[in-house]
């Protein structure tokens, strides 16, 4: 079964750090790129990060310095490191993965994880 899914969400202290994976199953996420969304309540979904099949990194300019997106294709997964979080940093965190080449476009979403930034 093909599906990514996310990990790592919760409740943090304004201040605080977490980690989110997004792990791959039932396919490989070597010559995809990544992206770290988010939708806050009432809020569009929103561009946070992403990474090329090749390491290179992206990040909205509002969270350039706090986020920091990385990669472990030995462990199929993609990570997202969140610093100094604030409570607008409260959202719904999702990521996508893309491959497109002259022929064919694969696309798959996971289905979510909820971090809450709050005291």
């Known amino acids: 079964q093909v599906q990514l899914v996310e990990s790592g969400g919760g409740l943090v202290q304004p201040g605080g750090s977490l980690r989110l994976s997004c792990t791959a199953s039932?396919?490989?996420?070597?010559?995809?790129?990544i992206g770290w969304f988010r939708q806050a309540p009432g809020k569009e979904r929103e561009l946070v990060a992403a990474?090329?099949?090749?390491?290179?990194?992206n990040y909205a300019d509002s969270l350039k310095g706090r986020f920091t997106i990385s990669r472990d294709n030995t462990k199929n997964t993609v990570y997202l490191q969140m610093n100094a979080l604030k409570p607008e940093d409260t959202a719904v965190y999702y990521c996508k993965a893309v491959v497109a080449g002259i022929y064919n476009y694969f696309e798959h979403w996971g289905q979510g994880t909820l971090v809450t930034v709050s005291s």
């Open positions: 039932g396919f490989t996420l070597d010559y995809y790129n």
């Open positions: 990474i090329t099949s090749g390491g290179t990194t």
